[in-house]
DNA sequence: ATTTTAATGTGAAATAATTAACAAATTTAA
DNA sequence: TTAAATTTGTTAATTATTTCACATTAAAAT
């Protein structure tokens, strides 16, 4: 089966958060239009989206909303669940803690890893923050394939190395340092300042358009 | 002149990151090929992305690195500043409020809103906070363009319609609802989960595809 | 029953973003 | 001082993503 483009998994992924909700509210049934007006984009790139997942409604009623969630769910998570480790428990690393926890089924946030002793041993959420040094084996033992990185700028690239030494296959990088994985490890980088600072250009432009 | 790709924009905010960095490593010049390995990308994106913002190096020993961080403060930075306020002064939003304070010199976090009056009148790194009472006011008086919106879902919609209607011009959404604002805000709305969810599906697709 | 209406799935077209290719220019090496 | 090597700016080509356009088909209306 194909793998998805990046965009269309991350589409997948707010369809099935908007067909959770319709579900709640009593939907059955919903119409791509419908789909796409709630997260303001065009019907036909809903129907794209699906077609590449192979799913097609048959009846002209709309997509069956209990039936599509399952069909994405089974394209986008793994059948026995990830498991996940926030490294860094700061500020940002303790809010996505607390956040995460019990947020999607098959997404488990297991372990987070600091060097602060005054962190290590303390529990968020049920979450159990250990040393760094117990990095290996935690790892393997709580078969974690995915680190959340919100430790300083300055140990980015130290920690990146060392997740991936030890077996981690998914980086989701919150500092602001770029990284290199090797190939066989997916890197999905999120700058919020540079999102900030998009956000203060356009309204400086937008100003300066409308004068 | 003319208004920059969004794209474009986030690389450049990068590259000035960058060219700090290099600047306080005591670098004068720098090479587009140089600024392209430290962000993983290609030399002629750095290039293409100089080109749009006009500026041209002249010499072939590289970029001149202070006047290339002054061109892209030029382009992308107001001159007068702008003033943001966070709304909603949760975990994230106390997180975001810690980390963006005194950050960049043309963004300032001058106010925060919050609707628990346990946290009205409190103040995190200078930052006052205010209830959302007061919002009208205080937008007004600080000069506030910039939202950035860390409130529970439920609110999102009703608190994102108070913004725009208080004069907000841009708005940062980290609420995993999808919002819709008049053509004059610009709207950049961040989802953490559905990143989360991108790395956990190319983590299962890569370890298929080794089977 | 027909007819009309409304949705879907998808090839083809359009648009956006990235990369290749290379002439022009400058630096460095000889 | 000349030749070789680098680096830049930009046009053209490529690739990725989105939208258009419409045939097809189910549901609703007559
Ligand atoms: N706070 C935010 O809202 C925010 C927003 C965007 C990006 N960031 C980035 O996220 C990162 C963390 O930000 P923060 O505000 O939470 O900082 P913080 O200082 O509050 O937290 C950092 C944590 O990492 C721990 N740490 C330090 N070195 C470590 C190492 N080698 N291994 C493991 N843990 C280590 C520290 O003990 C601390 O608990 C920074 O890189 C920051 O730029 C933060
Ligand atoms: N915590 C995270 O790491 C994280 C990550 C991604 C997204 N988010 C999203 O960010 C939002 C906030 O998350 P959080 O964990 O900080 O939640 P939180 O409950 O800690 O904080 C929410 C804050 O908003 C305030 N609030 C409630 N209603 C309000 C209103 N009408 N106007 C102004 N303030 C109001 C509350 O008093 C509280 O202080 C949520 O929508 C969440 O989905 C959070």
Tied chains: 1, 2.
Excluded: W
């Excluded at 709630?38 to 794209?48: F, P």
């Excluded at 303790?94 to 098959?106: C, E, F, I």
């Excluded at 432009?205 to 004068?211: N, P, V």
């Amino acid at each position: 089966m194909e793998t998805l483009p990046g965009k269309t998994v991350e589409r997948l992924s707010q369809y099935r958060r908007r067909l959770l909700n319709s579900l709640d509210d009593g939907k059955e049934y919903i119409f791509s239009h419908e789909l796409a007006e709630i997260l303001n984009i065009t019907a036909v790139q809903v129907r794209r989206d699906l077609m590449l997942l192979g799913y097609s409604s048959v009846y002209r009623k709309g997509y069956p909303v209990r039936k599509l969630i399952e069909v994405i769910g089974k394209r986008l998570d793994s059948s026995k669940g990830q498991n996940v480790a926030i490294v860094g428990m700061g500020n940002l690393g303790t809010a996505l803690t607390y956040y995460l926890s019990g947020l999607r089924p098959k997404l488990h946030v297991v372990a987070s890893f600091d060097i602060d002793p005054g962190k290590i041993g303390t529990t968020v959420e049920g979450v159990k923050c250990y040393s760094v040094s117990e990095m290996k084996e935690t790892i393997k033992s709580k078969n974690i394939s995915i680190g959340v990185m919100t430790v300083p700028q300055a140990s980015a690239k130290e920690v990146a190395k060392e997740l991936v030494n030890n077996g981690i296959k998914g980086i989701f990088n919150f500092t602001h340092i770029p990284l290199t994985v090797p190939p066989d490890v997916y890197l999905e980088e999120y700058d919020m300042l540079t999102s900030l600072e998009k956000v203060a250009y356009f309204v400086k432009e937008f100003a300066s358009l409308r004068k």
